[in-house]
Each structure stands twice: as structure tokens, then as C-alpha cells.
């Protein structure tokens, strides 16, 4: 992979379907270097639950009982327009307004549009080629003060990075397919956290 698809780029793609963003609410959207991309309407906010931690271990010491994750998490949802207070070094998940289809033989970063990355709000997202569905974001204000965001506002912005070779995304499980609302943590259910569980009881006599 190399450089990044230019506005003419991105134009064609979105011309001939190969990639999709719905709604695209304004044409400035799309910039010489990428697309920016709108806060979505639901939240996913972290809070203190039950249990000590959240538990990514299968380990046993941690308890044989799994808690949900999503018990960590409180539903929250807004109106385009309304706003959405994210405290101190809080993280949220949340999503794009925007449902989004990807070319095969593009991926997608994403970035906090340097208006709102001043102000010391974060964000860490790689879409893969294929993917489809509204883009998924774990945002967090590394500020020392609360920020009041509006729902609709352009907050990212995505930069399509080329691959020399097609990719289909659903060629192999996917934990995260065509969500349409911001999900928790899925870890747990990864291959290796298995393989390495069962390498700790066999090495613990467990």
C-alpha cells in the first residue's frame, strides 16, 4: 500500500458504487486528501459496574463465570443537533452518522479533524477493505476539561489508503459486521485469548 485516493478519486469510487456513503449530506465533505465523516446519534458510555474489571481472560483465577460486557456500558442516544458532554479522559464508543461501503482494494484511517484534535480529543480506527456499515469509534477527551459536542457535526475525517491487491472482507468470521450502532469489545471471543487459556490450565494443573 501506498499514498492515499485524492478527491478525484474518491468521486470515482462513489460514481461507480464501488464505494458508498450514505447520507453524504454535503459535497465539501469530501476534501483533497479524504472525507469527513459526522457524529452518529448513539452512544455507548462506560461505567462502574458490579465486577472489579472488565475481563478479557479465560483464565480461571479471574472466576469461571463471564460477565457481559456490554453491563460496563450505558446505552445513550441523541438527536442531530442535540449535544453529547464527554468528560476528562473518559472514552465513548460511538459511531458515524454515515453508513458506509468499502471498496475492496481500500482501506480507510480515520482521524479527528484537527479542529477537534486541539482540543485534545482522540480517536484510533482502521476500516477494512469491503467492510460496510456505519464506522465504528472509541473517542476519548484527553482533556482536562468536559467538551460539549454537537450530534451531526463534522468530527473525523477518513483518509482512503490504496491496496495493490482486492480484499473480501467477509471471506473470513468477522466479529463486527454491518453495525449500524457503536458495540462493545468483542476480545474475548478472539481465537488466541482461547489458545492462551488453555496453555495457562495446562501449565497450572488446571
Given at each position: 500500500?501506498?499514498?492515499?485516493?485524492?478527491?478525484?478519486?474518491?468521486?470515482?469510487?462513489?460514481?461507480?458504487?464501488?464505494?458508498?456513503?450514505?447520507?453524504?449530506?454535503?459535497?465539501?465533505?469530501?476534501?483533497?486528501?479524504?472525507?469527513?465523516?459526522?457524529?452518529?446519534?448513539?452512544?455507548?458510555?462506560?461505567?462502574?459496574?458490579?465486577?472489579?474489571?472488565?475481563?478479557?481472560?479465560?483464565?480461571?483465577?479471574?472466576?469461571?463465570?463471564?460477565?457481559?460486557?456490554?453491563?460496563?456500558?450505558?446505552?445513550?442516544?441523541?438527536?442531530?443537533?442535540?449535544?453529547?458532554?464527554?468528560?476528562?479522559?473518559?472514552?465513548?464508543?460511538?459511531?458515524?452518522?454515515?453508513?458506509?461501503?468499502?471498496?475492496?482494494?481500500?482501506?480507510?484511517?480515520?482521524?479527528?479533524?484537527?479542529?477537534?484534535?486541539?482540543?485534545?480529543?482522540?480517536?484510533?480506527?482502521?476500516?477494512?477493505?469491503?467492510?460496510?456499515g456505519c464506522?465504528?469509534?472509541?473517542?476519548?477527551?484527553?482533556?482536562?476539561?468536559?467538551?460539549?459536542?454537537?450530534?451531526?457535526?463534522?468530527?473525523?475525517?477518513?483518509?482512503?489508503?490504496?491496496?495493490?491487491?482486492?480484499?473480501?472482507?467477509?471471506?473470513?468470521?468477522r466479529k463486527y459486521v454491518?453495525?449500524?450502532?457503536?458495540?462493545?469489545?468483542?476480545?474475548?471471543?478472539?481465537?488466541?485469548?482461547?489458545?492462551?487459556?488453555?496453555?495457562?490450565?495446562?501449565?497450572?494443573?488446571?
Amino acid at each position: 500500500m501506498s499514498g492515499f485516493a485524492s478527491k478525484k478519486k474518491i468521486k470515482e469510487l462513489l460514481g461507480t458504487q464501488k464505494m458508498v456513503i450514505r447520507p453524504l449530506l454535503d459535497e465539501a465533505q469530501i476534501s483533497h486528501i479524504g472525507v469527513d465523516f459526522r457524529l452518529g446519534c448513539n452512544f455507548l458510555v462506560s461505567v462502574h459496574g458490579r465486577e472489579a474489571f472488565i475481563n478479557t481472560s479465560l483464565n480461571e483465577e479471574t472466576g469461571t463465570g463471564q460477565r457481559d460486557v456490554r453491563l460496563f456500558f450505558q446505552e445513550s442516544r441523541r438527536q442531530i443537533g442535540e449535544t453529547f458532554i464527554l468528560y476528562p479522559h473518559q472514552t465513548v464508543l460511538a459511531s458515524s452518522l454515515e453508513y458506509v461501503k468499502m471498496p475492496k482494494d481500500h482501506l480507510l484511517t480515520l482521524y479527528m479533524r484537527s479542529s477537534y484534535s486541539r482540543l485534545g480529543l482522540t480517536v484510533s480506527t482502521i476500516v477494512q477493505p469491503g467492510y460496510c456499515g456505519c464506522l465504528s469509534i472509541e473517542l476519548t477527551n484527553n482533556n482536562n476539561n468536559p467538551i460539549k459536542l454537537v450530534v451531526g457535526a463534522r468530527v473525523f475525517q477518513g483518509v482512503l489508503v490504496p491496496s495493490d491487491e482486492e480484499s473480501d472482507y467477509f471471506s473470513n468470521p468477522r466479529k463486527y459486521v454491518c453495525s449500524v450502532r457503536p458495540e462493545p469489545s468483542a476480545a474475548i471471543s478472539d481465537e488466541d485469548i482461547k489458545t492462551l487459556s488453555e496453555l495457562w490450565r495446562l501449565k497450572n494443573n488446571r
